[in-house]
């Protein structure tokens, strides 16, 4: 459905997004993952044609929305999509209704079915008694459910977010995600989610793009980005906790204990934390650490200790005892080595 080529963005002499290409098939939800700056939005723009690629192309099914080099770029208006930022940017002077009708006034729909569309969308998103409020009378979680009413009721081929869940709290941002791939899987539409919270993109993409500096880094379905991750970068920013990149020089951990798994790799071995057994005995893996932090999870403990200075995680079925002597034992073998570039080896 959404087929990229090449697609580069410049400002000036600096690169916002370079070289990325792609395609997902319609239906599919797609997440745009990485860190501040590394292009997302500027990806986004493109896509709704609020930007043009400086070159490259861009096709939405067989029609070709954007050719950067000839120039040519079909209007916003023009490509079937919806977008959905992190400000909510309502009519303050229009009721709820009234903002979910905007769209469809724009596009010159008759009343009868503007009425029809505007329930629809407002009976999806649960808000039908919010109809006659106004933006400034309903609170922000509610102002992001009219948001997505009003992107949804022109009902795109293409549905378009930023960040739309990063004003919300915690309990409603869940809430949103749930809400959100209703309206997903009941319109049947292709998904772009920009997003730097890799548990959103964890939760809910089909395909996920994770982004490094205007680069894709990985494109691949989500469960795989933690079994198969490609390159340092990807191990150390997705996963709950994100994998543990143990330093090692010459086929040493921590450039000190030598090991023949290590195959005398030098860069960063990758250990999940649920890999590390904690333990006090010093044995020949193991390793004296500084206990940094244990936070509570699901039941069980992270435990976060410094090794040579180094951050290195654990999980725990304990609390740890702080008084304790705290070692660090390392698995058999790493599930990957990466060279020092970040590039996977092995
Ligand atoms: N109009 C512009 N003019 C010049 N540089 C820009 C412009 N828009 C974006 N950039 C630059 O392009 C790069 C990518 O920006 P972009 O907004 O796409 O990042 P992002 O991934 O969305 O970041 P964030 O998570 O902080 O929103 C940044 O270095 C940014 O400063
Ligand atoms: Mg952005």
Known sequence: MISLDKITKTFGAAH???????????????VL?????CGKSTMLRMLAGLDQPTSGTMHFGDTLVADGAAGLALPPANRGTGLVFQSYALWPHMTVAGNIEWPLKVAKLSAAERKNRVLDAMRMLGIEMLANRYPGEISGGQQQ???????IAPRPKVMLFDEPLSNLDATLRVEM???????HA???????YVTHDQVEAMTMATHVAVMNKGRIEQFDAPDRLLSEPSSAFVAGFVGTPPANLIPIEEGKWFGTMADPLLRGHSGHAMVRAEQIEITSNDDVRAFDAVLAEVA???????????VHGHRITA??????????KLCFRLPGAPSAIFDNEGKRIL
């Open 186 to 192: 009941a319109t049947g539409a292709t998904a772009v």
């Open 296 to 306: 509570p999870m699901a039941g069980r403990y992270l435990v976060t200790g410094l």
């Open 145 to 151: 459910r009219v948001a997505l009413a009003r992107m």
């Open 16 to 30: 916002a997004v370079s070289e990325v290409s792609f395609s997902v098939p319609e239906g599919a939800f797609l």
């Open 33 to 37: 993952l990485g860190p501040s700056g």
């Open 315 to 324: 999980v725990s079925n304990h609390a740890v005892n702080r008084s304790a």
């Open 177 to 183: 995600r749930f809400e959100l791939l209703k309206v």
